[in-house]
């Protein structure tokens, strides 16, 4: 009968409890009170009523109300609760040295129990009061004679006080206790080490416990994961070494090195490590994936250096000569050129095919082979040659619509634009939908567009999808404003003729004829909307010949001369690239950044030169007086 009635009467308090609830909620806070003391009266056991009362007490800053409310409650004495509670409360009402005596006697109501500690840590910790919740902890663990008590909540309250070495060591126990663990501990450290200075005072911390225990897996695995984070990748690399001794891998260990080393453009690491795998387990599994991974390693070696070299691409083919070394090791870090990368790279993906006729791989490679040929030493017969193979003998693989694409690029570049177009439109036809099915419908457009055929590739043009995540949709938008503008004022539209023919030749590394068209183009249409696109393509030229600091220059000039066009901001980003990678004019570079988004704010490149201009300053640079 009693607990019947009790129950009616928390059903007639449901209404104004939700009330109640709402304006705490809406920060109503005077009203919110009146309502939840009134409910405290009449159900002085219901404890939610009491905990919103104390709720908006706080939000009001009456503390010493919600204090007195604590004091008067029936199982005050001993709650540990309720007596961390107040002392939060009193911290929080300024009075610190009342708090820390509520918060001590709090734990000598329940010594023994690991929930006290909590309670006052999660109390003091809602403070901020950060060093004295890890003093809290520290004397729990003492008192319950549990060494493991509490380690995942003193690991943080170390990294948050910047005790980073304490929080490592802490976190090296976990894994010490349960190996299982280790990717938990490797997250958890991933966030202290968006701290400055926390990575460099984990690592000795954990080098230690290697020492201290040599055979234990797990300790050398988070070192390993340590160095490869602090992008020291010598010492990574003779951690892995271990791991993989110890794991018995036959290599695994130094493949995943070397593919995280590589991420890290640390290649003359990863190429001793795939070295080392074909040394140790020749005729492993591993040993082929490592020989294909040394050629990868050359051509993304390759690439990075290409992008900073003030060599212009179109000279690679004459440097290309025969390489005279069979080796590439860390000592010939400083030496490597893009050239050198690059011939490495072919040399490693024809042995692989001629070792290993028929393998999985082969249509991988041959793609790598045929790009690398089309691209850099545009040796286009040998470029056909391998995606036509691809294409004969590898006709379901994911790299044959790939293949097709680029045999229609080829052909493009030999002035077969008929030919061109047949596998453009293939792949389109075959693909249907799809990034690269908006590739081959632009570089439709751009035949049509060479050909002077302007409504042509306007209609293939605005069938490229504008959501799509490459770059295309951008040079489809771009290429299409320069056709509905450009058009006229004579019916053979002849300043977008030149240009169209212009961008032809420079496809086709013409740029000496090119330039010579552009300049003819900008002295007899100097006003016309083409212009500022012809001026962009000089410099496209210039910069391929060698004239990198006249392309520039030119480049620097083009909003200024051309004020209103919208290539203005791409301009200034081109130019400060080039300033940074191929001349090294990183101050000048920062400058142009700046300058880019000063000018044009609300450019698509803003965010680009925004994290250019992060990379830069973190390097020390500073703009130029």
Do not use: C
Not at 96 to 108: D, F, H, R, S, V
Not at 345 to 370: C, M, N, W
Not at 550 to 576: G, H, M, N
Not at 577 to 600: K, M, P, R, V
């Amino acid at each position: 009968m009693a607990d019947g009635h009790a129950q009616q009467i928390e059903r007639s308090l449901v209404p104004k409890f939700q009330e109640a609830d709402a304006l705490l909620r809406d920060g109503e806070y005077e009203r919110a009170a009146a309502l939840f003391e009134a409910l405290v009266n009449d159900s002085p056991e219901t404890y939610v009523f009491f905990e919103r009362l104390l709720r908006a007490y706080e939000n009001m800053k009456r503390y010493d109300e919600a204090i007195a409310r604590i004091a008067e409650r029936g199982e005050y004495a001993g709650n540990v609760s309720l007596m961390a509670e107040k002392g939060r409360l009193l911290y929080l009402d300024g009075q610190e040295q009342p708090a820390l005596q509520m918060w001590e006697q709090t734990i000598e109501a329940d010594p023994q129990n690991e929930q006290t500690y909590r309670t006052v840590y999660r109390a003091m910790t809602d403070v901020r009061h950060m060093t004295g919740a890890a003093d809290v902890l520290e004397e729990g663990r003492e008192r319950l004679g549990d060494a493991d008590a509490f380690r995942f909540e003193l690991a943080n309250l170390y990294g948050v006080t910047g005790q980073h070495d304490r929080a490592a060591a802490e976190y090296v126990q976990v894994i010490a206790s349960d190996e299982r663990r280790l990717s938990f501990v490797r997250n958890r450290l991933s966030r202290l080490f968006e701290q400055d200075g926390a990575l460099e005072a984990a690592i000795p911390v954990v080098e230690a416990a290697v020492e201290d225990e040599p055979l234990y897996q797990p300790f050398r695995e988070l070192l390993g994961w340590l160095y490869l984070e602090g992008e020291h990748f010598e010492q990574a690399l003779d951690a892995y070494r271990a791991i993989d001794r110890l794991e018995g891998s036959n290599g695994r260990q130094l493949l995943s090195f070397a593919s995280a080393a590589i991420d890290g453009s640390a290649y003359a690491a990863a190429l001793t490590a795939y070295q080392e795998v074909i040394d140790r387990y020749e005729d492993s599994g591993a040993a082929l994936r490592a020989q294909l991974g040394l050629a990868a390693t050359f051509e993304h070696w390759g690439d990075e250096l290409s992008e900073m070299s003030a060599a212009p691409r179109a000279s690679l083919e004459e440097q290309m000569q025969p390489d005279e070394s069979e080796n590439a090791s860390e000592d010939q870090a400083e030496e490597m050129t893009a050239e050198h990368a690059y011939r490495r790279a072919l040399k490693g993906y024809e042995s692989f095919l001629d070792s290993e006729p028929g393998h999985q791989q082969e249509a991988t490679v041959l793609e790598r082979i045929g790009r690398l040929h089309l691209e850099v030493t545009r040796d286009f017969d040998a470029a056909e040659a391998a995606f036509r193979q691809l294409l004969e003998d590898h006709s379901q693989a994911e790299e044959a619509p790939r293949a097709a694409f680029n045999m229609g690029r080829v052909a493009l570049k030999r002035g077969d634009l008929e030919r061109a177009r047949v596998f453009f439109s293939r792949v389109i036809d075959e693909r249907r939908t799809g990034e690269l099915v908006d590739e081959a419908r632009y570089e439709l457009a751009l035949l049509h567009f060479y050909r002077g055929e302007f409504e042509a590739s306007e209609t293939l043009l605005s069938a490229v999808r504008s959501n799509t995540t490459s770059d295309v949709a951008n040079d489809a938008i771009e290429l299409r404003l320069l056709i509905l503008d450009g058009q006229g004022p004579d019916s053979l539209h002849t300043a977008l003729r030149t240009l169209a023919t212009s961008q032809l030749l420079q496809r086709q590394h013409h740029h000496e004829a090119a330039l010579s068209r552009l300049d003819t183009l900008l002295a007899q249409h100097a006003s016309h909307s083409v212009a500022p696109a012809a001026w962009m393509a000089r410099t496209e030229s210039l910069q391929a010949l060698g004239s990198v600091a006249e392309a520039v220059d030119q480049l620097l000039e083009l909003p200024e001369r051309f004020p209103r066009s919208t290539l203005a901001d791409k301009a200034l980003f081109r130019a400060a690239s080039i300033l940074e990678h191929q001349i090294g004019d990183e101050a000048a570079a920062l400058d142009t950044y700046i300058q880019l988004i000063e000018s044009f704010p609300g450019s698509v490149r803003v965010s680009d030169a925004r994290e250019r201009i992060r990379i830069l300053r973190g390097r020390g640079i500073e703009q130029e007086a």
